[in-house]
């Protein structure tokens, strides 16, 4: 095997191209399911957590200069809404395309030296490996931009009570009728410090001193 074989037809997220062959206009249609990799989602917000069963449906192409790749992902999301915090869970369907270059052939189809060296420093190239394709990072920016970046449970999720944290979907009528006296007086000396902001702010230039003291 060539020492700079990197990809491993075992992984699950790799493909082989070789039964699309190189004629263009040939096309290819399959179907796997895997389960979901590490870490695949919005870090901390929404993601799909590891082991998920994802289903995977892609169309290869066999174009001029390699393998045009587009595809969806299906697999359900698990995170936690924004407002209220409780977990909430939804489809996510991820389209991606990409385009997947012979490394062997540069854009006049000349054979290039060293093929493998250029794939590593070319960002914006995504090359074949002995015919084989790495979908993962393909994968991964999909799927980040197909899940939100603030979850909600619900559209009009109407969070937490600002002063005992009840999810306030669970209780519509929830309200405070009588203010805790402590609170009153936490109350009265927020706002009487706020009067003493104001006056103070009044008499000096608008915000610019404050901050750079701070
Ligand atoms: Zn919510
Ligand atoms: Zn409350």
């Not at 037809?9 to 399911?33: I, S, W, Y």
């Not at 998920?52 to 393998?67: F, H, Q, Y």
């Not at 359900?76 to 991606?96: I, T, Y």
Request: glycine fraction near 8%; hydrophobic fraction near 35%; charge should be negative.
């Amino acid at each position: 095997m060539a020492l700079n074989a990197r990809l491993d037809h075992r992984n699950p997220l790799v493909f082989d191209t070789h039964e699309l062959g190189r004629r263009p206009g040939a096309l290819q249609r399959l179907t796997r399911t895997i389960d979901a990799p590490k870490d695949l989602g919005i870090q901390g917000v929404i993601g799909v957590p590891e082991g998920t069963p994802m289903e995977l449906a892609l169309r290869l192409e066999s174009v001029m200069d390699g393998v045009l790749v587009t595809g969806t992902a299906r697999a359900s999301a698990k995170g936690e809404c924004v407002r209220c915090l409780e977990p909430l869970e939804q489809v996510l369907a991820a389209d991606f395309q990409e385009m997947f270059s012979y490394p062997d052939a540069d854009d006049r189809g000349r054979p290039k030296a060293e093929p493998v060296d250029d794939a590593e420093d070319d960002e914006d190239t995504l090359f074949l490996e002995d015919g084989l394709f790495d979908l993962e990072p393909v994968l991964r920016d999909a799927v980040v931009l197909a899940l939100p970046m603030q979850p909600v449970c619900q559209d009009d999720c109407p969070g937490l009570c600002s002063e005992c944290g009840a999810r306030l979907a669970d209780d519509p009528e929830h309200h405070h009728d009588a203010v805790d006296i402590r609170w009153a007086a936490l109350q009265g000396l927020a706002g009487s410090l706020e009067d003493g902001e104001k006056d103070e702010l009044s008499g000096a230039e608008p915000g610019v001193d404050e901050k750079q003291e701070k």
